[in-house]
């Protein structure tokens, strides 16, 4: 056999490996624990939702009412964290409470980042404390503590009316220490729909969410920190956020933080929890991937040259082998090559329908995956010039490390 039939059949390989050895990544069916929405608490706990935001003045109206108007039984209150935004993200929020009522709302500020924090693990790290100091001033004076949950979203994520019931119930029905969903991003434009889709695909076929949900022997920890519900207890036990205060990928150093500290964690796709910030250009998307791809690869030149080649053999070769097995007459590379894409389309599809978008994109995975191959170097490039994981006017290349207290 030529040299591309042996690549294209070792690519077919490992489209086999991924179809049935990796958790079942594909499949979008690990959704909120079953019968969690019938399963409903005699006593619904406290509930405090901590929304870090940084010139989030674009989005926020169409995200912090839907957190102002929750269903919720129990007792609930919105802090949102005005990371030094510059452009009256905390007045507009006021603004927002004022008009449309519902839970209480807190804008607090905590001032730069120290260093070694990241600033959205500081705006969170401010934000728990109120709520903890809040609950201790409640019990000096007899009444109900501090929350027994907290809520951590994003301010550019919008929530149907009942899912912080939904996610309180799932949590407490099943036991669980960590709640979080994948919510759904926005996919308007063409650049959205080719590139969005794809980075939920990759995610999960990194983390698959089965490995993750697993009671017994987890082989996988992550969460999505768009929406995270997590137990103020376990919180305190796994000392969050400030075992985490460094990392620029924070929602899987939280996971992994939980999971060290005992808790048990959930990670699913939502269907009520969607993300409202526009990527209308392929840079704006180019930049989500690229301020933390090399992050993810540990900073090591290594791990991002074995990720490119893995990358290539996964996604590039099979039409690569397809068209040279059409055009060279090389049978055996053809029907290696087509097959493998056509499994490749065939695990793309499910999340395809999860985004509502056509299935006819599914055997556009291998160009999507050539962009993300380029984000990925352009993430390190970007790290080794001193502008890595920037974001929002911020750079945490090289976070220092921070003292410990």
Known sequence: MSAIAWIAVGSLAAWGWLLLGQGFFWRTDQRLPAGSAHSEPESW?????????????????LSLP??????YPGEAEVLLVDDGSTDGTGKLAGELAARYGGLPLTVTSPGEPEPGWTGKLWALRHGIALARARGLE????????GPEFLLLTDADIAHEPDSLRLLVAGAVGNDLDLVSQMA????????E???????????????????????????ATAAAGGCVLLRTETAERARVPESIRQAVIDDVSLARAVRRAGGRIWLGLAERVDSVR???????????????????????????????AGLALVYLVPPVALAAGLLGGDAVAGWAGGLAWAVMAGTYA???????????????????????????????????????????GRTYSRPEAAPDR
């Open 45 to 61: 706990p406290r509930v405090a939702v901590v929304v870090p935001a940084r010139d989030e003045a674009e989005v926020l109206p």
């Open 350 to 392: 499910p999340m395809l329908h999860h985004y509502r978008q056509p299935l006819w994109l599914a055997p556009t995975l291998p160009f999507t995956a050539l962009l993300y191959l380029l984000m990925t170097v352009d993430s390190a490039v970007q790290h080794y010039r001193g502008r890595g994981a920037a974001w929002k």
């Open 138 to 145: 409640c019990a000096r004076h007899g009444e109900r503590g």
């Open 66 to 71: 839907s957190l102002l108007v929750q269903d």
């Open 193 to 219: 729909r080719l590139v969005v889709p794809a980075f939920v695909y990759f995610f999960a076929q990194l983390y698959p969410f089965r490995w993750i949900n697993r009671s017994r022997r987890p082989r």
């Open 184 to 191: 759904r991003l926005r996919v308007v434009g063409a650049w």
């Open 278 to 308: 526009p990527y209308p250009r392929l840079a704006d998307l180019w930049r989500m991937v690229s301020r933390s791809a090399y992050a993810q690869l540990r900073h090591n030149p290594l791990v991002l040259a074995g990720t490119v």
